[in-house]
């Protein structure tokens, strides 16, 4: 993971191919516990549910992934209630998924490694 957190999202327009499923599984090792998926359009994204003690711990965890989102310039899905948080994460201008998917999964999770 320490790779991908000396990286710094690059703004993306499209014009560049997704990641393929090979390249996708290479990512996905230097990162924990988030889960490849893929919509009805055939679209990648990665999903995680982080669980919490309260609504607070919840929503504290979302202001600080918008922070962090923010620096990168790469905003996920979030949704949150009492005691939980999931994110999506995908690059919607080319469909799929980027590097700078990866990127900022590895940072959200430093994130959570630091707040707790």
Aim: charged share 30%; proline share 3%; hydrophobic share 35%.
């Amino acid at each position: 993971m320490n790779d991908l957190l000396k990286k710094k999202c690059e703004p993306c327009e499209g014009g560049v191919s997704p990641l393929d499923i090979s390249e996708i599984h290479k990512y996905q090792k230097k990162i924990d516990g988030w889960d490849v998926d893929k919509d009805d359009k055939n679209v990648y994204f990665l999903r995680k549910k982080f669980t919490f003690k309260n609504f607070l711990d919840s929503q504290n965890f979302v202001n600080e992934v918008g922070k962090v989102s923010e620096d990168e310039g790469h905003h996920p899905d979030i949704s949150f209630g009492w005691g939980y948080a999931e994110i999506v994460i995908t690059t919607h201008a080319i469909e799929g998924l980027s590097e700078n998917d990866f990127i900022l999964a590895a940072k959200i999770d430093k994130k959570i490694q630091t707040s707790v």
